[in-house]
T-cell receptor, first 115, second 111 residues
């Protein structure tokens, strides 16, 4: 089974709708991240969380909110979706205690289209 | 602010070597990474290098780091069609949350 899972994998929604993307992990990591990927722009950080009580904005948090329901779950919400939020969204985890490389582990991504 | 830059595309013939280049701006970077993204999948770590190293070799992969010029490269020997993917350079600094990713280089391997 995958260590980091995301649901849904694909979603098409209309402008103005509220949508939630969910992420679950079985790695036992404290740190979780949400990124969006756009062609030619790489990955940009939306929000990150170091534990259940710690939520921080990344470089492009406007229009998004998050919830860390448990160590293993980190969800991303678009309160009122707009077309320029059409992108590929990735959840990732990391655990600086678990090794020296600070590697991030990524989910398979959610492709979101806002029409 | 910190920035990581890569060229967007690279095309090579099967069996040749591929060299993907990356430049970064943060002189306090501790770790530099190469991630691979295959179609429909998330990013997966290929290899990483500590900033106090010049080179790291792992089977067909060779990472070279020029810290003075802030230049990182990934060489893939005997490139295969299965190596076709997007390759991301990234850097992080010990003690911070930040990972800075490059734009990704799309490698196309021609049979």
């Amino acid at each position: 089974d995958a260590d980091v899972t995301q649901t849904p994998r694909n979603r098409i929604t209309k402008t103005g709708k509220r949508i939630m993307l969910e992420c679950s992990q079985t790695k036992g990591h404290d740190r979780m991240y949400w990124y969006r990927q756009d062609p030619g722009l790489g990955l940009r950080l939306i929000y990150y969380s170091f534990d259940v009580k710690d939520i921080n904005k990344g470089e492009i948090s406007d229009g998004y909110s998050v919830s860390r329901q448990a160590q293993a779950k980190f969800s991303l919400s678009l309160e009122s979706a707009i077309p320029n939020q059409t992108a590929l969204y990735f959840c990732a985890t990391s655990d600086p205690r678990g090794g020296s490389s600070y590697e991030q582990y990524f989910g398979p991504g959610t492709r979101l289209t806002v029409t | 602010g910190e920035d990581v830059e890569q060229s967007l595309f690279l095309s090579v013939r099967e069996g040749d070597s591929s060299v993907i280049n990356c430049t970064y701006t943060d002189s306090s970077s501790t770790y530099l990474y190469w991630y691979k993204q295959e179609p429909g999948a998330g990013l997966q770590l290929l290899t990483y290098i500590f900033s106090n190293m010049d080179m790291k070799q792992d089977q067909r992969l060779t990472v070279l780091l020029n810290k003075k010029d802030k230049h990182l490269s990934l060489r893939i020997a005997d490139t295969q069609t299965g190596d076709s993917a997007i390759y991301f350079c990234a850097e992080s600094t010990s003690g911070t949350y930040k990972y800075i990713f490059g734009t990704g280089t799309r490698l196309k391997v021609l049979a």
